[in-house]
């Protein structure tokens, strides 16, 4: 599993991560009981905060996503489904999408300049894990 994190972002870091983590468990990417990173791992990856790793997780913890398991960390909680419905993932995209069409209409953007332009970003292989 390969975080992605934007200091420069609006989003908070631990949002980023909530966010991130929400999308590759709804989208079938980690499926149940999948070990997650260690906080310190994360954290040391990213040069960030390991209590800022520590909120994401109790958040997604709290919120039924993953499970501690004593003596292994944080793993994805086992009665996740594999893959959820279209329309679920589509909903964890609502927010990103909410501010991708506030900032075009600020930009003065077209539908059909928005799609053109997120195209070929669609298209694009993704890196694989371990790599950037």
Known sequence: ???YIEPS???????QIVGQITRLISAGSCPAGTRLPS?????AAHAINPMTVSKAYA??????LLER?????????????AVTPTETRL??????????????RQL???LDQLIDALTPLMN???PHEGTQ
């Open 1 to 3: 599993m390969t975080l």
């Open 9 to 15: 972002s609006p989003d908070p870091i631990y949002r």
């Open 39 to 43: 906080v310190r791992e994360v954290a």
């Open 59 to 64: 958040l997604l913890e709290a919120q039924g």
């Open 69 to 81: 398991q004593r003596g292994k960390g944080m793993q994805v909680a086992t009665h996740q489904q």
């Open 91 to 104: 909903n964890a995209l609502q927010p990103t999408l909410q501010e991708l069409a506030r900032q075009a």
């Open 108 to 110: 003065d953007l077209s």
């Open 124 to 126: 694009e292989e993704q």
